[in-house]
């Protein structure tokens, strides 16, 4: 249970294969093979040869894609740091240029659209 008495991210779905929870919440990446629970769901869902590795960062893309914030990232994955997270995974973060260029033309040419 977390501090406010509900599921920690660990209990809904990720347990190591021995027993015991996952802290973050993400799987665990146990080597090439895995040795997880998720080995077989991932062979039900015809992944098999897909590592729980794979899983991670598919998962971790699926995120960015989603515009998860890079903070809550880091929580799910249980990195030490946020540079850990963006070392790792910052090329899938859209350009941070590319985004203030776009709201900055949003912003500036809103008006003489409306004429």
Do not use: N
Request: proline share 5%.
């Amino acid at each position: 249970m977390d501090e406010k008495g509900g599921p920690r991210k660990a209990e809904v779905g990720w347990s190591r294969a021995g027993g015991g929870s996952v802290v973050g919440g993400g799987p665990e990446v146990a080597g090439a093979e895995g040795g997880l629970a998720a080995r077989p769901a991932a062979k039900r869902a015809d992944l098999a040869g897909t590592t729980p590795h794979d899983m991670r960062h598919t998962c971790v893309a699926l995120l960015v894609q989603l515009g998860a914030h890079p903070k809550a990232i880091q929580e799910w994955l249980g990195h030490s740091s946020i540079t850990m997270t963006l070392d790792q995974y910052g090329h899938l973060f859209p350009s941070i240029e590319e985004a203030l260029a776009g709201r900055l033309d949003e912003l500036m040419f809103a008006d003489a659209s409306m004429t």
